[in-house]
């Protein structure tokens, strides 16, 4: 398995006790390990362990002009009534930290984040512009994310 790094701590309580729960996607290979090149990417869902928030990260990581590093994140809330929820319908996925696993849970979460809204970044000042809140619609058996309005 691939390195994991989130890139934030817990946005609804500052914890740093974020733990990854499923790797959605994940392309190239993690910056600071043997094999990185140029880019990398991942969406990652995590839940606190402090207060049971769940946090989707998306996560665009260019180092194509080694004076120029960035990573855009966007990153998603889910109250945590609604990630215990979701907690028990991922269950069904035997290989959660797999982003090339190809089951029906996978498939819903890939689905349903690549839909969800991105702003772009245009200075490294703005990260209180790229956290949204979310809710996870969970009804006819499926997985869909679906934006807050602020």
């Given at each position: 398995m691939k390195k994991i790094s989130l890139g934030a701590v817990c946005i609804a309580c500052d914890s740093d006790r974020l733990k990854p729960l499923f790797l959605i996607r994940q392309e190239g290979v993690h910056?600071?390990?043997?094999g990185h090149e140029i880019t990398y990417s991942h969406t990652v869902l995590a839940v606190c362990e402090s207060c049971g928030s769940g946090q989707l990260e998306k996560l665009e990581h260019d180092c194509f002009d080694f004076e120029d590093v960035f990573d855009h994140y966007e990153w998603y809330v889910i109250k945590d009534s609604e990630m215990?929820?979701?907690q028990e319908r991922l269950k069904s996925c035997t290989k959660p930290l797999?982003?090339?696993?190809g089951c029906e849970v996978h498939e819903a979460l890939r689905k349903s984040s690549e839909a969800?809204?991105?702003?772009p970044w245009e200075t490294s000042m703005e990260t209180g512009s790229h956290i949204n809140r979310i809710s996870v619609d969970l009804s006819k058996g499926g997985i869909r994310f679906k934006p807050k309005s602020h």
């Open positions: 910056p600071g390990e043997k215990k929820l979701l797999d982003a090339g696993c969800l809204p991105t702003t």
